[in-house]
């Protein structure tokens, strides 16, 4: 990662975070405040053609000014904050957010499954599940924060581990992230078909073209994590039905969520209610987390 800090007045940079297709992200000291902040700075990624596939790089700029103004206008338990927007000296866009410490990777490791890929990975970073019990807590909190997003219209369009961040380490608070792909309401319908996302996590409408996203392409990625958490593998049915303490109810909800017709699937608020009223076995049952 690139070990040259950038100029921010009032801010010190310490050391990268992580790098997009299109920016990049630094852990920062907020000087007057006096506390640790992660700054998100526009930093696209160019082509041959001096563009960031689908788009031409004036279009993700304005993307990553829609993203810090929608991000800011959130007040939800589980959506990270930003808190301003700014310019570096060198005149580039940057949002300050709320310092999280990593994200549902820390859990959960990498999305890596080749044998020869999962060996050459530390122990930490392998894949692997965690309980039914901390995933209901995980799909509760981001579930909460798209019935308030989808509520107000808004479609993520980019629900994934990385995307989800951890207010304090491993089994802590979940906090949704980067609305860079979110799609608000009465956005301009792109030049022809176009699909931005992550390909593991999005639904098939989606890849056929983001425009065709809506509340229910979230659940079909939210589905895909809840999958991801308990079984430590991308969707797989036969993984899924060995789970041990783990309702049937829970197990056919994911598969609902996972449904080719979005109409079929449940929504924000539905999925919310029937996780609920599902009782997992004595002893596996977690209250939700608070720090």
Known sequence: MDSVPPVLKGFRFHRQIAITGFSEIWQAEDLGLGRAVAVKIFAPILDANGQVPPFPVAEWRRRFLQEARIQAGFDHAHIVPVVALASLQDGRPAMVMQMMSGSLRLEIGADLFKPGETEALGEEARPRAISPARARIVLLEVLSALVFLHGRGIVHRDIKPRNLLLINGPGSRVKLTDFGMAKPPGEPVSAG???????????????????????????????????????????????????????????QLLVRMLDMEPSRRPSASQAMERLLAIDLPPGRRESMMTG
Do not use: C, N
Not at 210 to 229: H, K, P, Q, T
Not at 234 to 244: G, I, K, N, T, W
């Open 193 to 251: 078909p176009a699909w931005f996302g992550t390909p593991d996590y999005i639904s098939p409408e989606q890849f056929a073209d983001s425009g065709l996203a809506d509340d229910r392409s979230d659940i079909f990625s939210l589905g895909i994590v809840g999958i991801r958490m308990v079984t430590g593998h991308l969707p797989d049915r036969q993984r899924l039905a060995a789970v041990e303490d783990m309702p049937a109810e829970f197990k």
